[in-house]
């Protein structure tokens, strides 16, 4: 007769074995943001479903596989929009986007204000005209 302590370690690796299944799915998105991911890639990586992917990575933090890959992208983004030596179009492409229309849209949506915007106030604020952080 199995112990129902046999049964509760067996649902705990389980776990733990899908945490480290969706930190390497996060690594691998913190590594690759700029190539062309999909969750079903991403899920076939680490050896699951992408329903289960899907499900599994928005229990554990809070927002779907695509929003961090976006969230990761448009990060990315914004560090090279503080620069000035790439258009904006070249740092959509530059970091994975493949649609500069879905692009600025994510970007607005995540950062408050349209890439052009964004890099016009940091090309203010590196000039030293106000001092304050763009956003």
Known sequence: MCRPEWGRARTEARRLDDLARLRRVRDRIDREYAR????????RGVHM??????????????GSVY?????????????LL???????TEVCFAVGCSSP???STCFTELVGMPPSAYRR???????????????
């Open 82 to 88: 503080w620069r000035d030596d790439l258009s904006v």
């Open 49 to 62: 479903s992408a329903g289960q992917l899907g499900r599994r990575f928005r229990q554990a933090y809070g």
């Open 36 to 43: 062309p991911l999909n969750v079903e890639a991403l899920a």
């Open 121 to 135: 106030r940091a090309a203010t604020v590196g000039a030293g005209r106000d001092g304050h952080w763009p956003g």
């Open 101 to 103: 229309g879905t692009f």
């Open 67 to 79: 929003a961090y890959l976006m969230a990761r992208r448009i990060e990315r983004a914004a560090a």
